[in-house]
């Protein structure tokens, strides 16, 4: 089994510090060798199976071969066989008296986010998992403050904490949900990508290391790239599990205590893109872990509304103690919940941090629109009913992709998310890439897998699906993608394509 600490001790990306993949750990996630014939195969099959879903980290020494026959209760001769049928995939290297190593075939590596995409482009876009606000209520929220957007007229407008009606709404909302909060705790800005560049900028220094959950959210990861970090992954997976997570609390425990790393970034609610929620023990364990270790947790809780068949979560920093929660930043936004074309995210994070946050962020934006924070705090301060209908019509579009999915591309599968925005569909071949490529050419914009891992080239078998747009669309949509399918590889759409994911 990977031992916590082997894991932890080579999690970083671009690091390449030595790590084990344990014997007893690897038997307990392949299948069994006396079911299938050659078994070689099958196993060489189920390890990069492994790899390209992120399950089995990249640049991990694979087990001696005795060890491994051993764990596997098969012959050496069939352990030689299946370490050769890897390195000839290019899912193994040797390396002369240090063992056989995971990688990746060349070509694997997956395309990451570049430019904007064309305006005019009118394709079904499922690369943006976001809703639309109905237009009738922005015009009537628009209309309703307009008085007080008029009274904001005679002031200067700036606000770099934000507007002091808005940050006491925020922190209300916070205390009401199990985490005293203050309106000092709270910093408005401008979406929570926006927060987290904020809190890289005045945290992290170029080479630090920061632990992240892979898969991921992909323009986190850039934001991280961008500023020069090197990332310590710990695995998020939609198998089924004893306790219902996805994560590995042991090995994040583990990473925690031995790559020590000064930053963490972490969706444990309807986590992007999984949908798997982080269950309450693991959270205290895990907070506890960050306290001991020193690190910096920043916790993305842009989706913890979006709560479809089970209740939201309570914050994360309401698992833990006061000295336990002192180096934790919580984000969120508006983005997701109501309209990304707001533009409203908020952090959460101790009175002293924020002081320091909104002096630096004055030297970039001054502070955010103040009619923007207007329609944001008439938006929260409306009856519950306006997020009620939203989860609505999630739950109904959510029903009509599976159903679509279900009609046209039965060998795919997923696990239904209990909230969040999108299936993280298993294609169950490693073809993601090459069908957002073609799926272009249908009309269809999506990214493939590989753009939420922390490694070039993980994630081949995956697709993150939204299901945020009208169930006709939903349904068009899937059938476009099973006509892109059918398709000879090769064909479709260009290989150099504009790609914004949100």
Partial sequence: MVSAAEYAEAAGSGARTPRTVGARRLAALLPDPARARPAYRHLAHAISELILDGRLALHARLPAERELAAALGTSRTTVTALYDLLRENGYAHSRQGSGTWTALPPGRAAKGVSRLLRPQDSAIDLARAAAALPGRLLADTLAEIAPRAAEHAGTPGYHPYGLPELRAVLADRFTARGLATTPDQILVTSGAQHALSLVLALLARTGDRVMVENPSYPNALEALRRHGLRTVSVPVTDAPSDDGGGWDVEIVESTL?????????????????????????????VLAAAHRSGTWLIVDETLTDLALD??????????????????????????????????????????????????????????????????????????????????????????????????????????????????????????????????????????????????????????????????????????????????????GGPAHRPRWIA
């Avoid at 798997?276 to 959270?283: E, F, G, K, T």
């Avoid at 938006?379 to 579009?397: C, I, K, Q, S, V």
């Avoid at 997923?414 to 073609?438: C, F, I, K, Q, Y």
């Fill in 310 to 491: 089970v209740p939201a979560p309570a914050p994360f920093a309401a698992h833990g103690s006061a000295e336990a929660t002192g180096k934790v930043v919580t984000t969120g936004s508006l983005s997701k919940t109501h309209w990304a074309g707001l533009r409203i995210g908020w952090l959460r994070a101790p009175a002293r941090l924020v002081t320091e946050l909104a002096a630096q962020r004055v030297a970039t934006d001054m502070g955010g629109s103040v009619v923007d924070q207007l329609l944001a705090l008439a938006l929260l301060t409306r009856p519950d009913d306006l997020l009620a209908g939203h989860l609505d019509r999630l739950r109904e579009r959510r029903a009509a992709l599976v159903a679509a999915l279900r009609r046209h591309t039965p060998e795919w599968s997923w696990r239904t998310p209990p909230g969040g925005l999108s299936l993280w569909v298993d294609l169950g071949a490693p073809v993601s890439s090459a069908l957002a490529e073609r799926a272009l050419a249908h009309g269809v914009r999506i990214e493939g897998g590989g753009c939420f891992g922390t490694d070039p080239g993980l994630f081949e078998n995956r697709l993150r699906i939204p299901f945020t747009l009208p169930p006709d669309t939903l349904s068009e949509a899937v059938q476009r993608l099973a006509r892109a399918l059918a398709e000879e590889p090769g064909t």
């Fill in 257 to 285: 205590r031995h790559s020590v790393p000064h930053l963490g970034y972490l969706v444990p609610d309807f986590h992007n893109p999984t949908g798997r929620v982080m269950p309450s023990a693991q959270r205290a364990r």
